[in-house]
């Protein structure tokens, strides 16, 4: 699977933002999808998964940020609301097996495919 991210930009603070991850390959309806996001100076982190019709978020994301696919058209979607500066940093699709459990959700190492990253920036 390859995976490409797009849609980041400069929003202001409280402001909404659409990123997509474009997939290619047939297998992608199968795939457990997550999006994570870096910030300057750390580490890669989870944002937020979904797996089998499931959501999981990150606490930070939650009631704020929303995944959903569209499997005919091979792609991953992250809506992004009520923008805060803390949000900003480079945010990267990725896929899973379907075998990867709930709690392996939040680590890099689970995800075998990464999209190339789209910055956001929130500005105050």
């Known amino acids: 699977v390859q995976l490409q991210a797009s849609g980041g930009g400069l929003v202001q603070a409280g402001g909404s933002l659409r990123l997509s991850c474009a997939a290619s390959?047939?297998?992608?309806?199968?795939?457990?999808m997550g999006w994570f996001r870096q910030a300057p100076g750390k580490e890669r982190e989870f944002v937020i998964a979904?797996?089998?019709?499931?959501?999981y978020y990150a606490d930070s994301v939650k009631g704020r940020f929303t995944i959903s696919r569209d499997n005919a058209k091979n792609t991953l979607y992250l809506q992004m609301n009520s923008l805060k500066p803390e949000d900003t940093a480079v945010y990267y699709c990725a896929a899973a097996t379907p075998s990867t459990i709930v709690s392996e959700l939040v680590r890099t190492r689970s995800y075998d495919y990464w999209g190339q990253g789209t910055l956001v920036t929130v500005s105050s």
């Open positions: 979904i797996r089998r019709g499931t959501t």
């Open positions: 390959g047939r297998t992608f309806s199968s795939y457990t």
